[in-house]
């Protein structure tokens, strides 16, 4: 069975320092995993992903995350935060192989951006 | 840019009554997915649907639930009998074929009196 793993439920952070948003996975085959963001009232908001290539893969508004299978995590990163970076960030990953190609997500990390 | 879209935004209903959620997935997209999440809990995958049958299914998605494509732009999640363990915010998702990434749309909150 496929598991994601966000290890903290909240982040702080202040504005303009870096900021990173833990996620392990533990997926059979070759995984290929998500970044999703979600703000109040929202739906999930796509932000990036890693499939297969180089093990950094950049994204939306700023974002990257770093796939790394000997620790099996895809931690997600920005340079230097914004106070609208404050939201509810969701790890999530898949097995390639897998029929339907479901994702099983993280518990989700609520990320405060603090001016 | 192409969205996916929820109707309605919040439902409630009463326990025992059959509730249908509506979504229009990304006009060319061909793999659809229901997820939800429970207030507080993980978004959990509930369905994967392409070439108008079920991919896959999880525990949860027992003989309560049935999805359909009626037409050849909606993609609908029934519930046949509420229960009031089914209170959740109830997202779809579509992916297209030349994409691994799948799209969500807003959510239906479901409120099961």
């Known amino acids: 069975a496929q598991s994601v793993a966000q290890p903290e439920d909240q982040v702080n952070v202040a504005e303009g320092n870096p900021l990173t948003v833990k996620c392990t996975y533990s997926?059979?085959?070759?995984?290929?995993l998500f970044w999703y963001v979600q703000y109040p009232n929202r739906g999930l908001q796509f932000l990036l992903k890693?499939?297969?290539?180089?093990?950094l893969v950049k994204g939306s508004y700023g974002f990257e995350a770093e796939f790394n299978k000997s620790q099996t995590s895809f931690h997600l990163k920005k340079p230097s935060a914004l106070v609208s970076d404050s939201a509810l960030y969701f790890c999530?990953?898949?097995?390639?192989?897998?029929?339907?190609?479901?994702?099983?997500f993280g518990g989700g990390t609520r990320v405060l951006v603090k001016p | 840019e192409p969205e996916v879209t929820q109707t309605p935004s919040h439902q409630v209903t009463q326990m025992g009554q059959e509730v249908i959620l509506r979504c229009v997935p990304i006009?060319?997209?061909?793999?659809f997915y229901w997820y939800r999440q429970i207030l507080g809990q993980k978004v959990e995958f509930l369905v994967s649907?392409?070439?108008?049958?079920?991919?896959?299914k999880s525990e949860i998605f027992d003989d309560q639930f049935s999805v359909e494509r009626p037409d050849g732009s909606n993609f609908t999640l029934k519930i046949r009998s509420t229960k009031l363990e089914d209170s959740a915010m109830y997202f779809c998702?579509?992916?297209?074929?030349?994409?691994?990434?799948?799209?969500f749309g807003p959510g239906t909150r479901l409120t099961v009196l």
């Open positions: 998702a579509s992916k297209g074929t030349s994409t691994d990434t799948q799209y």
């Open positions: 997926v059979s085959g070759n995984p290929y």
């Open positions: 890693y499939i297969t290539g180089d093990n």
């Open positions: 999530a990953g898949g097995s390639i192989k897998a029929a339907g190609n479901k994702l099983t």
């Open positions: 006009s060319n997209h061909l793999y």
């Open positions: 649907f392409y070439n108008n049958e079920i991919s896959e």
